[in-house]
Each structure stands twice: as C-alpha cells, then as structure tokens.
C-alpha cells in the first residue's frame, strides 16, 4: 500500500476513489483497460468472474474496455453502482495520463440501450414523508419523464411503487419507518437528509425549469412530493454527474384520474410481468407495437386505466378510425416500424453520451414523420389532430443527418469514421493526406530493404516511439550509417531516420487533425440535433400514442373484438365475453367457451358462483375484471357486445399464497386483502373475490365468506363476483334482493365429469370434488374411501373404519380406537347450516 501509493498514477487514483461513496466501484480505465484496486476490486472480482490479481501488494482486477459494458450491466444487477473514470488526455511519454470521473452507473440511470428492456420504462424513483402526507417523485433519465404525486397512506404508496416497478428508490436515511412500512424494497437507497429540503429542493427546481414557481406545474401544496422531486435531481446532478438538460417538465400525477388496482389485484389478475418479458399476460396480449416508444406506452396504460369518459370516448373512436380503415393501419403500422427509440436516442444525445449511431437513428426515425402526418389526414377526429399537431416535420434535419453520418458508423466518436467522404472537404484532405502517408511508409520499407538487403526489416509504430524500423540482432551489422539508434529490445534494434521522421509529423499531423475535426464536427450536428430537443420529445411522444392505439387497433381487428359503450351507470353487461389472455393461446382444435356478465345495482350487483374447481370459475372472475380494465384503457373487448359503467377501482382476491418474509400463513394474507377491498371498496368499485375463508375450519371459512358478502351487498354496494365451494351461502339469493346465483354447467358420464365452462343461472348441485380428485390421478382405492368418508359424513355419522384398512406396526387397532363426537358448538354449526 504504501509502496504503491508513492506512484503517480496511484496517487492519482486514491485521489479519485476518495472523492466517491463508498459503495461506489470505480472503473480506473488504464490504456485498453478498466482497473479496479482494493476493496473494489475483492467486491467485483467474484461478481464478474474474473481473476483477483496483486500488483507491489495492491490487490486488482481489470476487464477489456471494449466489452466493459457486459461487466457493467453484471454489477448493475447485482445493486451495485459504478463510476467511470476515464482519460482526459492523450498518452504522453514521461507524463501522467489527466483522469476524471465522467459519469456513475446506477440500476436507476442506466442509459446504455443494450442493457435496458426497450417496452418498459427504467424510473430512478424517491419517497418523503411530511406529517401525514407521503410524497412520490419519478424520473425515467432515458425518456426525461418525471412526474410527482403524493398519498395519504403508505398501502396506496406501495401499490403505486408497485406498477411503476422503479429500479432505484431513493429515501431520507432518517426516514426508516417510512421504508419499513413500504415493506423495504431490495432497491431502496438511503441518501442524506439534506437532498429533500424543502427550501433546497424547491430551489433545485425551480432553477433547472427556469421558472419562479413550482404552481405552473400543478404542484401547489404538495410539499412532500416536491422534496422527493428535487433529492432525484440533487442527486443526479450532484452524485451521479449526470446531464439533467432532457427532463423539460414536471407533471403531476393525480391518483383520481385513474383506476386504483392495489398491489396484490395486480398480480392476481398477470396485468404485466414483474421483470422480462411478458408471456401470457394481459399486455402480452395486447401489444402489438412497432416501437420502443408504443410499447412503454401501451404498458403505462394497461397499469393505469382511465376514469375519464372523454379520453375513453376519444381513444375509442381513434381506434374505431383505424379499424374501419385496414389499408391505411397497416401503412402506419409499417412506417412506424422504421422508427426508432426517439426518446432515449435524444436523452443520450442530450447527457454526451451518444455516437454517430444515435444520430443515423435519429436521421432514420424523423424521416417517417411527415409520410405519418400524410397519412393520418385520412381521419377527421380530434385526437388524429391532436396527434398531427404533435408530430413535427424535422425533414431537413434528418436530411442533413443522413447526408453527413456514414451507413455503419463506429461505436467510438473520437476514433474517426464518423462521417461520409465528401462532407467536409477540409477532412477529406486531411484523409488523403493520412492515406497518402500510409502508403508512403510501405514504399519506403520496401525501399529501405532493397537499399541494406535486411530481409526482416519492418516499419512499425506504437503511441509512445512513433514510427520506427526495427531490425534483428543478426542483421545489426548491416544497419547503414544515417540510422539513429532509438531503442534496443530483447530481440533487436530500434532506429529512426531524418526522413521517416519527417514524413512522420506529417502522417500523425493529419491523423490527429483529422479525428480532432471530426468529433468538433461530431459536437456541433450532436448541438444542432438537441435545438429542437422540444420539438423531438413531443413528437416521440405523440408517436407513442399512434403506436400504442394502432396495436390495440389491430389486436382488434385480428381477435374479432367489437366496442364497448362506457358511461357513468353502475351497470356492467357483457355479452359473449372471451378471457383475452386464454383466447389467444389455445391450442389447436380448442374452443374458448364465451360467457355473458350481467351485474346492475337493483337486482344482481353480487353475483354468487359456483361449481366444481378446474370448471372455470376463476376464469370467469379474472375475465370480467380483464374486460373491464381493458375497457376503461380505451380498448375494444374480445365479446359479442357490452355496457361497461365507468369503475373506480378494481379489487380481486384469487389464489392462495403466503408470505414467508413477513411470517404470515395463506390465510392471513387473504384475510388482509379482504380487509382491504372490505375498508376501501365504494359502490363504483368492482370486487371479484374467489374461495374466501378456505384457509381456514370449514365453519369458521362459512362464517367468514357469509359476512362478507353480505357486508358488501348492505354497506359497500360495489359490483362484485363471489366464487365459493359453500353452497350454504346461496341462501342469500331469498334474503337480499340485488343476490344472484349462478353456477358452471358441467355434465355427469359414467362417473366422470365433464366441464361445460359455461355459466348459468342457479346454484350448482354438488362440488363434484371427488370426480375432480380422479382427473387429477389420486389413486382408485383413495377415491373410493373418500366416497365412503362422504356418504357417512352426508348422513350425519363420524366416518368408521373401511374394511380394507390395514393397520400399520405401530398404529391402534381399530376397535381400541374411539369414535370422536362432535362437541357441542360444531353440533349447533352443524344444526344451523343443515
């Protein structure tokens, strides 16, 4: 350690590393080469499965410049964060390389295309609590979205952390009740508590929007919110070092304009997958997209559905359009899949992070756009000219993009090759000159042979001697007079001569001007490009919407979908209704079984269900609930036809699942979901609930399951299907007059079953689980004691020893053993229920 750090570049390095968080590993890039030192380097070694080294005691690891970013994106998820530290000037023999951090790396900011999923957003999220008031602030730094909102309780704050599944969430290392109650998330970061003060934060702000006031944004009194939002940009500035000059706007996100789905809805209902891709999930089934853009859209919508009616209405009769013209959707659907990631192509441009590639794509993506706004005067609504207005015709723009950037330009943009031949005279001729030299170096070794008769005789070059001619020790002798000794190496001499000097200063002179001119010119289009960086945002922006709205058009169109008619009722009619997920994925010779929803608040606004398991109850719930969030994202609906009155929220409680990290049993955690549904559920809401109370005696699930429903029915008035196995609760069909029974049809054969998977009216006969238990290959010998068990158990007796028992070693024969008798409260549960 202390021998090392006596060098210069050492020096130089703990220099850097001192200035960075602890848990910030830094890349030291060293030629071709990112070195890591110490602790860095015994941290990263095992996670990127490269040797640990020493070097006079200092312990190190290093991974190739060129395929750092894999390394990268290797540590980036593993929660780690990295600083770059890259060379700020050019190798000078006898003097240290100049060395600054450019950037750090964060699973929240990464802006490396390559390492990012294109169809969904990456958000570097914060959270801040003032009183009562719990503030969320968002930013996605490849896109510039940033938006804030704020909540009353931390269940609606997590629920919200939940489907905007951020990558980094930011929170006041004195605030730690706060992340508890958030359930702590893997990602939290805890950071100083002076990033969100108020008067700091407000500061921040309102200086990076060059504004006197934060009210213009819509962010009047939401003071918490206002501190998250200004530690995000604190933070990036200040920490990370990260160009902040793309986030153009501030939007507030008011929770009453959407529909609220809770956090466990969301995963009941496989709305979108939490990581990777998104098989067989609603958007799966509805995304279509062309681009990047589209997609992130299309994602946002399906996790935020609409209470407004004339969005709805508007997005309804944009798609209608696009429907009733196929020619002109599939036009726009093939121009938009030439567009690329506008979005995040300007935000790299904007941080200095972008290449030569970035701009062709830009070229690329702007040249669509007035082909596009052609195209779509085939309509004449108001959200087609909305969408028009947004789209900017940046033509000449990309025209001189395209004449400038080669076809295949380089990852690097200080290497050169950047740009086409003919583009800049003053570069051509430097090229040439390059060239020229080049050539001029190889005649001369030709020459240079001919001349000594050293047949080995080579002309090289490296960055600290220039060029040279090196000759083996054999042929030493022959070295004629006007050679100047450079160097000597194991194997031979190095020498130089006047003239190969001279041309030298030449051919380096014009290399080295050469890429000097074409990264000025690189900087100044890459400036020229982010002048109308509003005018880009906007168009990606209202490309995104196109996208998203011509997918879900010709998902329509495919899959037979038809529009539904929304309005403020508290009705939800469905005719003919298919699972939009299921009805894509059925395999070949199968038929999905449509089904028909009729929930209104007079006479059936509970709907109770049921029939055998596997019979397709649980279709049915997560169906009517998919139909109704696709209907209020502006979507058509895979059903015959429908009335959807516009819902609020949308609580479901299916499956059984437990939850080991916090030590809570299934049925505790499905006594919490109906605790939440049950306390915040409100006549507009749409409840579906599925086996309520099975967790636990069969007496105390009944009792459960009965005050729900009714609870629901008397206080709460929400649209509600209710799935059970308790036939007894059926009975409130004669008791509560908005209660109906339905059940799924199935069909007895020689004692089996067969499901109809349709749903009918009136309660179901049997459960039928005995003939389930056989489908699922329970051996015959266990079926046919269980019809024993039931046949005693229906006729009120304890059930008594099979005649096939055979004991074991070590059990009770059968007649020491006593029959139990029920006590006396299960014989009055017995009594009550009959």
């Not at 602790?39 to 410049?65: F, I, Q, Y």
């Not at 919200?160 to 109650?181: D, G, H, K, M, T």
């Not at 429907?323 to 036009?331: N, R, Y």
């Not at 726009?332 to 990631?341: P, S």
Request: hydrophobic share 40%; proline share 4%.
């Amino acid at each position: 350690m202390s021998d090392a750090s006596t060098t210069p570049m050492m020096k130089q390095y703990l220099a850097i590393r001192r200035e960075l968080p602890e848990d910030v590993l830094l890349f030291f890039r060293l030629g071709d080469f990112y070195e890591l030192f110490f602790e860095d380097a015994k941290v990263a070694s095992p996670l990127l499965n490269v040797a640990l080294t020493k070097r006079n005691g200092v312990p190190m690891c290093g991974v190739p410049h060129h395929s750092s970013q894999g390394y990268i994106a290797k540590l980036i998820k593993a929660g780690k964060r990295v600083a770059i530290a890259e060379q700020t000037t050019d190798p000078v023999p006898g003097k240290i390389v100049e060395r600054a951090v450019s950037q750090i790396l964060s699973a929240g900011t990464i802006n490396d295309l390559n390492l990012l999923e294109s169809n969904r957003a990456n958000y570097l999220a914060a959270v801040f609590q003032t009183g009562k008031k719990l503030g969320l602030a968002y930013v996605d730094l490849t896109t510039g979205e940033f938006e804030v909102a704020e909540f009353k309780e931390p269940a609606e704050l997590a629920d919200e952390l939940e489907r905007i599944q951020a990558s980094e969430l930011l929170y006041n290392e004195e605030q730690q009740e706060l992340i508890s109650a958030l359930g702590r998330p893997s990602y939290a970061l805890a950071v100083e508590g002076y990033l969100f003060l108020q008067d700091q934060a407000d500061h921040a702000l309102t200086q990076h929007f060059k504004v006197k006031s934060l009210d213009g944004f819509g962010c009047q009194g939401l003071s918490a919110a206002i501190c998250a939002a200004g530690a995000i940009l604190q933070y990036l500035q200040f920490q990370l070092r990260r160009n902040v000059d793309h986030i153009q706007r501030l939007r507030v996100a008011q929770t009453s304009d959407f529909v609220l789905i809770d956090a466990a809805s969301q995963s009941h209902l496989e709305l979108v997958n939490a990581r990777g891709g998104n098989q067989h999930t609603l958007l799966s089934a509805l995304d279509r997209t062309c681009t990047p853009m589209g997609g992130r859209k299309l994602r946002h919508w399906v996790l935020h559905p609409l209470r407004d009616l004339e969005q709805l209405t508007q997005r309804q009769d944009m798609i209608g359009g696009l429907m009733a013209e196929p020619i002109v959707l599939g036009q726009i659907r093939t121009l938009l899949k030439e567009v690329r990631d506008l979005e995040r192509t300007s935000s790299r441009l904007s941080q200095g992070s972008g290449n030569g590639r970035d701009l062709l794509a830009m070229a690329t993506s702007l040249e669509v756009v007035p082909s596009l706004k052609a195209t779509l005067e085939t309509f004449d609504t108001a959200g087609f000219h909305q969408v028009q207005a947004h789209l900017h015709d940046l033509s000449a723009l990309a025209t001189e993009l395209q004449s400038a950037i080669v076809d295949e330009p380089p990852m690097q943009i200080k290497e050169g090759g950047v740009f086409r031949p003919g583009y800049l005279p003053e570069l051509d001729e430097l090229r040439d000159a390059s060239s020229l030299g080049r050539q001029w170096i190889a005649d001369l070794q030709n020459r240079e042979i001919e001349r000594t008769g050293i047949k080995s005789l080579k002309i090289k070059y490296n960055a600290v001697f220039g060029y040279f001619i090196e000759v083996t020790k054999a042929n030493v002798g022959a070295v004629p007079a006007d050679y100047h000794r450079k160097q000597t190496t194991v194997n031979g001499e190095r020498y130089i001569t006047d003239e190969l000097k001279r041309m030298e200063d030449k051919i380096l002179g014009a290399e080295e001007r050469s890429k000097a001119l074409e990264y000025e010119e690189f900087v100044s289009l890459r400036n020229k490009v982010l002048a109308h960086l509003t005018e880009i945002q906007e168009t990606a922006s209202a490309l995104a919407v196109l996208d998203a709205l011509a997918s879900l058009a010709e998902t329509a169109r495919l899959f037979n979908y038809t529009r539904p008619v929304l309005n403020d009722t508290r009705n939800l009619f469905i005719r003919d209704g298919r699972h939009p997920v299921l009805d894509q994925n059925l395999t070949s010779g199968e038929r999905f079984v449509p089904n028909d929803v009729t929930l209104e608040p007079e006479e059936s606004r509970l709907i109770l269900i049921t029939g055998p398991n596997m019979a397709g109850k649980s279709t049915y719930l997560r169906q009517t609930a998919l139909l109704t969030l696709m209907a209020q994202i502006g979507s058509y609906l895979p059903a015959a036809s429908a009335e959807i009155g516009l819902v609020d929220r949308i609580f479901t409680r299916i499956g059984a699942s437990d939850d080991i990290a916090r030590g809570q049993s299934t049925f505790m955690v499905e006594m919490n979901e109906t605790a939440l549904i049950l306390n915040n559920a409100t006549e507009r809401s749409l409840v579906i609930l599925d086996e309520i109370g099975r967790g636990t005696s069969t007496f105390d699930g009944l009792s459960i399951a009965w005050s729900v429903a009714e609870h629901l029915h008397d206080h709460v008035g929400a649209r509600t299907l209710f799935a059970t196995h308790y036939h007894e609760i059926t009975a409130l069909a004669q008791s509560r007059p908005a209660v109906q029974n339905y059940n799924v049809a199935v069909k007895e054969w020689n004692q089996q079953i067969i499901f109809l998977r349709k749903i009918l009216p009136g309660c179901a006969e049997k459960s039928y689980g005995i003939q389930v238990a056989r489908l699922a290959g329970l051996p015959e010998n266990v079926i046919h004691r269980a019809k024993e068990v039931l046949a005693q158990l229906e006729s009120g007796h304890q059930p008594a020893d099979s005649v096939t028992d055979i004991p074991s070693a070590t059990s009770v024969p059968a007649k020491a053993r006593k029959p139990r008798s029920p006590s006396d409260s299960e014989a009055g549960q017995m009594t009550l229920f009959g």
